[in-house]
């Protein structure tokens, strides 16, 4: 009861020179009910906020409040996307050995975009949300925050998190591949087992796209407020040619190497051998690209990786290569100085060292790429 009297006080308590103010005694007391409220929401929010997310599906002890903001938002919009109704597929399957090597079309219950960033990522999800009506799937944004002390677990739960979405949702947001089958093990996948698909590219332009975008880049307003944009960072060639001659690899966030092994890692997974670029994570790498992917693509024929999506997954993607013909998103792309004059030694650190096993995955992907557009009959 008194509760109930206390949501308009905020208001009605300010309004002390209207005739019709209550007595003073009653408005001290309306006050300190408010104030009651105001703390009660504030203990609970201290007490929920750091452990569970908005919709208390997942553990969010281990999320900043940027992060557990971000994640309120976007489980809200999902939330929406769930209670929304869409029709239902007759048949759901997915081979992804069969999207690959024969082109054959795909009707999956889940599709997963492995958003890598700085990897076409932004025009792949804007792609997917522009779509969604059209062709009436459900769209997930909801980034995956691993735990990095309990990745594990962590992951665990977010898979079973992404099977529990309703059928025929696409997602598309940034966080590593998660092997659904070991995670959870193979019981877990009584529906047809979720398909990736993704795209990785040059890892040298990556990169060095990533720095110059933390640094100078578009970033959005929010990006902006939380983390701020330190423009007084060296260029990307002066940073790594002082990387190559004092041999340091240890990076800061920010520094030109932080985010070097990027698209091996995302293809990798939870794993240790993940953490940095080797022939171990390689190997795990491919064969998650050579099993629940149904397309893997490189952004530098992104026109053509559109073609293949829609060919394999026509009943999420059909008419997605002409969207982005007729779009005027392709300037998303973080534009460098043209003539600027690139240290060979520098690029050859690069290319030899530090992305060794990163350009053996583009290689390898491009290639199995390219085997796939012939099998879809595109030039
Ligand atoms: C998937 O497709 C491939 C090639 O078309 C086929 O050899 C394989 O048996 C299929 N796998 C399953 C589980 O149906």
Known sequence: MRRAGCGASGLSSADTASPRAP?????????RCAACVALAALGVAVIVMPRRTVDLKLDAAHLTARQWL??????????????????????????????????????????????????????VFDLIGTLAPKNKYRVNNRPQYLDAKHETRSARAYARYFLALKPRTVRSAHGVYLDFA????PGALRRTPPCYFGLVREPTKRLRSHYDYLHWGPRSPWARFW?????????????????????????????????????????????????????????????????????????????????????????????????????????????????????????????????????????????????????????
């Open 23 to 31: 007595p003073r005694r009653k408005q001290t007391f309306k006050r």
């Open 70 to 123: 971000g994640d309120a938002y976007w489980a809200a919009r999902a939330a929406a996307a769930e209670a929304a109704s869409v029709p239902r597929h007759k048949h759901y399957h997915f081979n992804g050995t069969a999207a690959r090597h024969a082109c054959e079309p795909q009707a999956p219950e889940l599709v997963l975009h492995l958003k890598v960033p700085k990897a076409a990522s932004t025009t």
């Open 182 to 185: 070991r995670l959870l093990g």
């Open 227 to 379: 983390k701020g944009q330190d423009a007084g960072a060296p260029p990307f060639w002066d940073c790594v040619e002082r990387r190559r001659q004092s041999g340091k690899r240890e990076e800061s966030r920010g520094g030109c190497l932080y985010w070097a092994n990027a698209q091996l890692q995302y293809f990798c997974g939870v794993h240790r051998s993940c953490r940095e670029g080797s022939e171990a994570s390689l190997r795990r790498a491919l064969a998650h690209a050579r099993s629940a992917f149904a397309a893997v693509g490189v952004v530098e024929d992104l026109k053509g990786f559109l073609e293949v999506l829609e060919r394999v997954l026509p009943g999420y993607f059909a008419g997605i290569a002409g969207t982005y013909a007729r779009a005027t998103i392709h300037a998303r792309t973080t534009h460098h100085v043209e003539t600027e004059v690139v240290p060979p030694d520098a690029l050859d650190f690069l290319r030899t060292d530090v992305l060794k096993w990163e350009y053996a995955l583009y290689a390898a992907v491009e290639r199995d790429f390219r085997r796939q557009k012939r099998a879809c009959k595109l030039p």
